[in-house]
């Protein structure tokens, strides 16, 4: 039979069938994915074939992990030569960032669209708890929209709790595999409430010790989901709240092809192996000094270049 990762927790994963039928596997003992260091083999939204076992007809062996058409991934927190996935098979990434309670840093969101980039896979940004914000929270609002906008990035200002933010939104995930991600603490529970209120995801305050969100949910999750009470084979994707985005390790040259701004640039430096950092005639450093590259974005750059932080002034809004 063949069926979907829905959950996988430890070493049991729920499998929906086409026909709705949920399994409870687990992999057979000689099964790898051979291609990929990673700490877990088979993540939700694995496409996977199974046997149901002869002595208890809810459970099943899986003996094949199908071909994934993508994954995103990030270092291991645990182990930084291996990789963790966090989700196979997806059709878009929505990114969950706050201007505050808690505040997302240009950083964090600059690693993370790197690492879309790397799979090839669309993100949007959703600049949530709109409801909370003052007049200077707004510019800095305008701020982002003139940094990721002209890179194609579409970036919304949205509540959970306005009901045309929620309907924009539901237009965006229709039909699709959407991932939703952010820190915790973003609102993420919250607005896949008001989206399917059907799913009832547990919701915690912000700390009031450490202004930061606590943790509601543990492992990924995915749901089937009735959007305005039809299903058009709409999928979420819930995902713990991350603290830190560490992108997979690269070679140096590689890190600007996944940086749209730079990538276009790239083939005008007077030399082929430029890092845009301290090249003569480098037309990437030339257009941070224009200002057609932003500051922000370059200091992430540099950033995932030399593996070290460096004081960035546009992070503290």
Avoid at 74 to 93: F, M, T, Y
Avoid at 172 to 187: A, D, E, Q
Wanted: hydrophobic share 40%; charged share 25%; glycine share 6%.
């Amino acid at each position: 039979m063949q069926g979907r990762v829905f959950e996988a927790t430890g070493s049991w994963y729920k499998i929906h069938t086409e026909n709705n039928e949920i399994f409870n596997c687990r992999i057979k003992g000689n099964l790898r994915l051979d291609d990929i260091n990673s700490t877990n083999p088979l993540v939700v939204g694995d496409y996977v074939n199974f046997e149901i076992e002869t002595n208890n007809a809810s459970q099943g062996i899986i003996h094949e992990i199908l071909p994934r058409d993508n994954y995103i991934c990030r270092r291991s927190p645990r182990n930084g030569r291996k990789i963790h996935i966090l989700a196979a098979n997806i059709d878009e990434v929505l990114l969950l960032v706050t201007l505050k309670q808690p505040r997302t840093s240009k950083g964090f969101i600059d690693r993370f669209l790197l690492s879309a980039e790397m799979f090839h896979i669309p993100a949007v940004i959703l600049v949530n708890k709109k409801d909370l914000y003052t007049k200077e929270d707004l510019v800095h609002f305008e701020e982002l929209k003139t940094i990721y906008t002209p890179l194609g990035y579409r970036i919304l200002l949205v509540s959970s709790f306005d009901a045309g933010d929620i309907n924009k939104i539901k237009r965006l995930i229709t039909g699709k595999t959407s991932m939703f991600v952010g820190h915790s603490g973003v609102g993420k529970s919250s607005m896949l409430n008001s989206l399917a209120p059907e799913l009832n995801r547990p919701v915690n305050e912000i700390s009031t010790y450490s202004g930061k969100g606590m943790h509601t949910t543990v492992h990924s999750l995915m749901f089937q989901v009735k959007l305005d009470g039809v299903v058009f084979d709409s999928f979420i994707i819930d995902t713990p709240g991350v603290k830190e985005w560490e992108p997979i390790l690269l070679e140096p040259a590689e890190v600007g092809h996944y940086f749209p701004e730079i990538r276009t640039r790239m083939e005008h430096c007077r030399f082929n192996n430029c890092l845009h950092v301290a090249e003569p005639k480098c037309a990437v450093t030339n257009a941070v000094e224009s200002e057609e590259i932003a500051e922000s974005r370059y200091i992430s750059y540099l950033n995932i270049l030399e593996g070290r932080q460096l004081i960035n002034p546009w992070d503290d809004f």
